[in-house]
């Protein structure tokens, strides 16, 4: 990916050490740059055939670029969102297949009951599978509601957001696929892991990072039971 975006050098001596390494790499070590081209073509014949078995219809490949492009405006856009009085989050797991189908239909559903009970009229619950493995997905769950009026909207959050969590682990899915654990999600961490699991990541921080120079204890050392107020500051 980095190579790919590489700009054109203007300077004729990083030309030249630029050509020095890839004869470097490609004739000193042998190393053969087209098998990635060859893997990328294997896996979109894959795909291909995938998206026939099961009567998918080809979207383009504007789609995709409009999809990344939001990437980088999602914080701005929940920022926005914020001011028109609109709170809104994220937040994702991974499971296998069989159990995918049931996870988004009960997650949703916890959302929109717990959200009720707290006072939220009609709070927007979506989910989509963002990657695909051969045993499961990540499964991304989009979480919004209008706080005005609620006496205290990130107590109402917290509340609907443990209540999602606790129900993707009971569904059979994971703490997190790729956003990690930290202190937001850690009182699911001993059930995630189990007590050995628990003790095994102590001993190891005890024993290579005794003095915390890493900054990383927290999700270890403070009680489990510790929930934070997310974005306390921003009302």
Known sequence: MGQALKVDEKSIWKSISSMIA????TKWKNFNVISFHFTS???????TAIAEKYYGIPGGEENG???YRLTFAIAYLRDLAMEYGVIGESFETSV???KVKDLCANVKEVIRRVAKLNGVESPIASCRVTQVYDVGA??????AFLYRGLE???EVYDKIEVAARDEIIACGGSISHHHGVGKIRKQ???QTVG????????????ELDPKVSGCSCDMLFIPFNFIPQTMNLLF
């Open 22 to 25: 890839k004869l470097y790499l």
């Open 41 to 47: 073509i294997h896996i979109e014949k894959q795909l």
């Open 65 to 67: 670029k409009y999809g």
């Open 96 to 98: 296998s297949w069989d």
């Open 138 to 143: 990540c499964v991304y769950f989009y979480l």
């Open 152 to 154: 205290n909207p990130l």
């Open 188 to 190: 699911w961490f001993p």
């Open 195 to 206: 007590t050995v699991g628990v003790s095994v990541l102590r001993a190891l921080k005890n």
